[in-house]
Nanobody
Framework: QLQLVESGGGLVQPGGSLRLSCTAS????????IGWFRQAPGKKREGVIC????????HYADSVKGRFTISRDNAKNTVYLQMNSLKPEDTAIYYC???????????????????WGQGTQVTVSS
């Protein structure tokens, strides 16, 4: 059974850091485009970072450039989202998702993916 499970969310002060994890079962993450997405209350879901290891492509939302990075541990079939210099406007539910062939631009700009995790809450507040 295909499953994506996010973890690592929580409450953090502005300027702080968090690392989210997304562990997959039923598929090999390295064969897919992977994206981190977020949805704040009353807002549309947006792509944060999307990555595809087959061609090394990465797409960042302008709002997170220089602060967020994505990485993978293929042995653990896990992808990470490192979030630094967090701001209150980063508060949202964060989801990981995959697509077998969409480009990273399509995934992130259209918030498009085939399979989604259940999400993890990130709250940035003092």
């Amino acid at each position: 059974q295909l499953q994506l499970v996010e973890s690592g969310g929580g409450l953090v002060q502005p300027g702080g850091s968090l690392r989210l994890s997304c562990t997959a079962s039923g598929l090999i993450l390295d064969y897919h485009g992977i994206g981190w997405f977020r949805q704040a209350p009353g807002k549309k879901r947006e792509g944060v970072i999307c990555s595809r290891s087959s061609d090394g492509s990465v797409h960042y939302a302008d709002s997170v450039k220089g602060r967020f990075t994505i990485s993978r541990d293929n042995a653990k079939n896990t992808v990470y989202l490192q979030m630094n210099s967090l701001k209150p406007e980063d508060t949202a539910i964060y989801y990981c998702a995959v697509h077998p062939y969409f480009t990273v631009q399509t995934m992130c700009r259209a918030a498009a993916a085939d399979y989604w995790g259940q999400g993890t809450q990130v709250t940035v507040s003092s």
